[in-house]
């Protein structure tokens, strides 16, 4: 008996924390612009070996919290990418790709008014706009160097990791860290084609700032 009413205590505590919470809770729609960088690279079949480079990310951002530590964040974002390779006797070839990228992410965060932990996680769809070479290699006949890639449209998994200080009249400022996992290949893979996997794989790491929140009812 005593576990029963214990449970029905426990229960009650927790019922009129929740509506508290929702008491206070205010829903809010917020936009941003992400600056930052990537470090990408190509996941080849077979491996290419390939050298760090960094280049731009950048882009919009609008979120939408609809509940308490959950909400949804779509953004669109201009991304560099690309795979570089490097040899001291023959030469290097850097690839170069640039895309328009729409990431779609559930926003869950924790933290008060002034100060949050969040995570991100969602699928992102990109169109590669602009290719370019680099090529130093003399009479290099590697299939990545002397072909354009197959596949403008791609997309990918999305998860990230940030802090978030805010500010009720200047806004906020995020400091987040994403991994972007390929899932398409930047060229055909069929049985016939020479790469079996060629997929798109990044660290990404920005400063975005927030203009001040609108809430709504």
Do not use: C
Not at 10 to 22: P, R
Not at 45 to 56: C, G, N, S
Not at 90 to 102: A, M, N, R
Not at 169 to 193: A, C, H, P, W
């Amino acid at each position: 008996m005593n576990t029963f009413f214990k449970s029905i205590l426990i229960a009650t505590v927790v019922f009129f924390n929740t509506n508290k919470i929702y008491s206070q809770f205010q829903k809010e729609i917020s936009v941003g612009i992400i600056q930052g960088t990537v470090y990408p690279t190509v996941n080849f079949d077979p491996i290419v070996t390939q050298e760090p480079i960094l280049r731009y990310h950048g882009g919009l951002a609008i979120r939408y919290i609809a509940e308490p530590n959950v909400g949804i964040q779509a953004e669109l974002t201009y991304s560099q990418r690309g795979w570089n390779e490097q040899s001291s006797s023959t030469g290097s070839f850097l690839k170069e790709v640039d895309y328009i990228e729409l990431p779609l992410l559930t926003h869950i965060y924790v933290g008060k008014k002034s100060f949050r932990f969040f995570m991100q996680l969602g699928p992102k769809i990109r169109y590669a706009i602009q290719e370019k070479d680099k090529n130093t290699y003399l009479n290099s006949s590697s299939y990545q160097h002397i072909n354009p890639i197959d596949n403008y449209f791609d997309y990918s998994l999305l998860g990230g990791l940030g802090i978030e200080i805010r500010t009720h009249k200047l806004g906020f400022v995020q400091i987040e860290t994403r991994y972007d996992f390929g899932i398409g290949d930047m060229y055909s893979n069929r049985k016939s084609d020479y790469f079996a996997r060629s997929s798109n794989q990044a660290i990404l790491a920005s400063i975005n700032y927030f203009f001040p929140s609108f809430y709504v009812k």
